[in-house]
């Protein structure tokens, strides 16, 4: 089992930076691929980011390419989502997923085992 707790949520003006934390714990080591997905109120989840346990491989959404890096740190178990120039419409309930398989499909919700229980991101215009 692995269990992944996120942090660093909060509220923001547009144009501000926050940077979440997805930290892992259990069987942490089994983690291969680990992805951050979010959920705007009275919309479908949609991915925003994923990389590899083992390092490279980041692939990101269109719609924060540019604007948001993941990196993880293994020593310390933790994913990390540095968002900058944030926008209004960034705003939604950030959660971090992560699977012991390699996946190809990295920006699918479904192909995920586990999950955190997510933090909220307001920014404000």
């Known amino acids: 089992q692995v269990q992944l707790v996120e942090s660093g949520g909060g509220l923001v003006h547009a144009g501000g930076s926050l940077r979440l934390s997805c930290e892992a714990s259990g069987r942490a080591f089994s983690l291969q691929t680990l992805g951050w997905f979010r959920q705007a109120p009275g919309k479908e989840r949609e991915f925003v980011a994923a990389?590899?346990?083992?390092?490279?491989?980041?692939v990101y959404a269109n719609s924060v390419k540019g604007r948001f890096t993941i990196s993880r740190d293994s020593a310390k178990n933790t994913v990390y989502l540095q968002m900058n120039n944030l926008k209004p419409e960034d705003t939604a309930v950030y959660s971090c997923?992560?699977?012991?398989?390699?996946?190809?499909?990295?920006?699918?919700?479904?192909?995920?085992?586990?999950w955190g229980q997510g933090t909220q991101v307001t920014v404000s215009s």
């Open positions: 997923a992560g699977d012991q398989k390699f996946l190809f499909t990295m920006f699918r919700a479904s192909a995920y085992e586990y």
């Open positions: 990389i590899r346990w083992s390092g490279g491989g980041d």
